[in-house]
């Protein structure tokens, strides 16, 4: 058909006689190949043609000037869209809504909302009377940007000439979906109902996506079998949202389950599926399953794309398999795929572990360099890297306080006390509660540990108090590191009472803290003691045969 197109707009070119629009006298035909053209992707062909024939005298006719608009809208030039359709009149063409509402969706796709505000404006000057499709075109494109009140404000507009359509319900639940307000996409689902509008495939898998990205998969799962009861197909955005789902909560069974319903349904999955169960199984372990669905992929000609890399290069990076990480980045680079932050972010972590600070910093520096702005994410990691890898005071070196975290804070504070360094430690905790982040058991820990390693129990103990005024309850780490702080010092019965104190609040001590009081009762060679201890082992299940009285193996 593209061919026909082409050879029949050739053969006008050649023709000298069409100088006049009479001489067009097939001009549907014109019409009829130039959205040939248009809808052959020939865009700027398309264009180029009907200004040519515009320039012989020829007047398209309205359909054909509205997909011209179109075309400029989607290359992005929707000031030119704006520039043909006043020129139109000239050409005895004269716009109709169908021309304004694609010039709508041409700003609000290009986020520039301003323009659509202004062109409204324009058209009730011009007095044009914006239809349904021009309420819903608006309403979707302050949706997208998360602007409610404007987003609602269209609504009440649309109220008062135009009843709401599936299409109007569907695009306030995806964004508030989006916006986690899973209260307001209920209330707007429930109103449908209310005023007799059958959700369609969109509302439903918008509604599964919120649910599932909030972690309740039960009532996404609820959503899924109200779609097949209304007889609509799921389609691959729907299982992705739901298999997603699934693998996030370590759901494998009903992920792998749900992926063998879609595949009966003829339903083929996409990259994005199968970065969901891969990144799920790579997360819980099974580098096996993992690496098997990988190879589906494959023999299904499913290029990875970046996402897909970036679950294959954190999962080995995971399980310390670094080198198998680094081939699987080469392979993405040497196929045009550059790696994104995430993918970045993984690698300095996955260095750090393995001991290459170099390395680490290396792609850091690379990450500035290409013009990324590297995120709380990268920034976090950046920081804990070079904390555990003892390099403290380099670690202070980056910190950025506009760019930090409670996981930076957290970070520096563990990397501090580490290194005995616990004034600016407890600086920095003054600090990151100014910032307005609350101090959760980490940091406290980090510093009762330091505390406790110099030997000042006194302020160990004030900082464990002051923890569980906040309300924050001391952990196992917690009560172990004041233990062996008494313990260290000789006094067990002090060390005994705190061990007391952490069975009171339910929290079951390991093998670790009765270690470390068989061996403070060994200083003094307090036999009974130590034989109570074992008792209290035996019975929660701890003591392993041949373990002798010091608690070594």
Sequence with gaps: ?????????????????????????????????????????????????????????????????????????????????????????????????????????????????????????????????????????????????????????????????????????????????????????????????????????????????????????????????????????????????????????????????????????????NSAVYTSIIDGHFKKGNIGSAMKYLSQMHDQGIKLDVAAYGAVIWGF???????????????????????DEMILTTLIDGYFKAGNMRAALAIYEKMLARGFDPDVVTFSSLIDGLCKSGFVNEAREYFCKEKANEITYTALIDGLCKQGMLHEAEMVFREMSVKGFSPDKYPYTSRIIGLCKQGNLVEAFKLKNTMVREGINPDLFTFSSLIWGLANKGLMIEAKQVLDDMLKRGIEPDRAVYGILIRGYGNPNNAVEISLLHDEMRRRGLLITGSNLNGHE
């Design 317 to 339: 990076c995971s399980i310390g398999q670094l080198d198998r990480a680094i081939k699987i980045r080469e392979e993405m680079e040497k196929k045009g795929l550059i790696p």
């Design 1 to 269: 058909m593209t061919r026909k197109a082409l050879e029949f707009f050739a053969r006008m070119r050649r023709n000298n006689k069409f100088r006049r629009n009479e001489n067009f006298h097939d001009s549907f035909t014109c019409n009829k190949f130039l959205h040939e053209l248009i809808a052959s992707n020939c865009c700027e062909l398309s264009v180029k043609i009907l200004f040519d024939l515009i320039s012989r005298g020829f007047c398209p006719h309205l359909s054909s000037c509205n997909s011209i608009i179109g075309i400029f809208c989607k290359l992005g030039n929707v000031e030119t869209a704006k520039d043909f359709l006043k020129l139109m009149p000239r050409i005895h063409c004269h716009p109709d809504i169908v021309s304004y509402n694609t010039l709508f969706d041409g700003h609000c796709k290009n986020g520039d909302l301003k323009g659509a505000l202004l062109l409204m404006n324009w058209i009730s000057n011009e007095k044009y009377k914006p239809d349904a499709i021009t309420f819903n075109i608006l309403i979707n494109g302050f949706c997208k940007y998360r602007m409610q009140r404007e987003a609602f404000m269209f609504l009440g507009l649309m109220w008062k000439r135009y009843l709401p359509s599936v299409v109007t319900y569907s695009t306030f639940i995806d964004m508030f979906c989006k916006l986690r307000k899973l209260d307001m996409s209920y209330a707007f689902y429930k109103d449908m109902s209310n005023v007799g509008i059958a959700p369609n495939l969109v509302t439903l898998t918008c509604l599964i996506d919120g649910h599932c990205k909030n972690g309740n998969v039960e009532v996404a799962s609820e959503l899924y079998k109200k779609m097949l009861e209304l007889k609509l197909l799921p389609n691959v955005i729907t299982y992705n949202a739901l298999i997603d789902g699934f693998c996030k909560r370590g759901m494998l069974d009903r992920a792998e389950d749900l992926f063998s319903s879609m595949l009966e349904d003829g339903v083929y999955a």
